[in-house]
């Protein structure tokens, strides 16, 4: 019984230490940066300005509030994200996007350093202790301007220049359905995917017709069987008749002699009168009057 109340505690210990863990800033990662831009997003009062886009990279919701960005490895507090701002929850695979303008008076995405388009751009996110290092990247010098610097897949680790910039979204998005695409490019009139359509229906019907067909054959042979069954048994009955012993039979005569004097007792009190073979009556007859012949 106490290793079963351990074992549980351990299991919640876990839960929570992973729960916990899902919860930390850890989870964040610095995802695509735009050092010069000059005809793509803009911020909350219309201006055009470096950004820097994160992402949370767990299945749990993150608050960033209390964290470090920085450009200046010596400095990693540079710039605290402001505590109290409900915008720093981070949702499971979420982005947010902080701007690199040097104003941070205009609120908690607005960053009091910039981003110097003409050489490396040193960037870092520090845990709330200033000290534990989340994520950090080197943006490349000569970047080209509205093509942002980020990661291929949201989270991963490989890099590379982004023609398609993608704030606060995901960098890698499917702008069509590779199935239609290769429909379009080998089979533009639509014939093939007509006869498989057909191909598909008709297999299907002759699978349904043979399986319906199985089940009736198994069904009559069913019937013939228990039909079969019911004459066997008809006939044993018959090849037995005539055999039954004596016992039987006395059985069935007692039986029918009790049933007949309970039937006939009315008749039992009849007075039969049998009919006289002669036409005369013995009384007057004169063969008694008459002296009998002598024998000689």
Known sequence: MMNKKIGVLLLFALLFSFGAKAQRATSMRINEVLVINEDNFVDDYGKRHAWIELFNNSAGSVNIQGCFLTNDKNNPKKYPIPKGDVLTLIHPRQHTLFWADGEPNRGTFHLNFTLDPSKENYIALYDADGKTLIDEVIIPA????????????????????????????????????????????N?????????????????????????????????????????????????????????????????????LYEMSDDNHDIENT???????????????????????????
């Not at 970047?143 to 982004?162: F, H, M, N, P, T």
């Not at 007075?271 to 007057?284: A, H, N």
């Open 270 to 296: 009849v007075l039969t009168i049998r009919k006289v073979q002669r036409t005369y009556s013995p009384w007057s007859s004169k063969i008694y009057s008459l002296r009998e012949v002598p024998r000689k």
């Open 142 to 185: 000569s970047q080209k301007a509205d093509i942002s610097y980020g990661r291929i897949v949201d989270g991963q680790e490989q890099w590379a220049q982004l023609t398609k910039v993608t704030p606060s979204t995901n960098n890698m998005t499917l702008d069509s359905n590779e199935k239609i695409d290769n429909f379009k490019k």
């Open 187 to 255: 089979d533009s009139m639509g014939i093939g995917m007509t006869l498989t359509a057909m191909a598909v229906v008709f297999t299907g019907l002759f699978l349904l017709f043979f399986i319906f067909k199985q089940i009736g054959k198994i069904s009559i042979a069913a019937s013939k069987r228990n039909a079969q069954k019911a004459a066997g048994s008809t006939t044993t009955i018959a090849s037995n008749i005539g055999q039954e012993s004596g016992e039987i039979f006395a059985a069935i005569g007692a039986a």
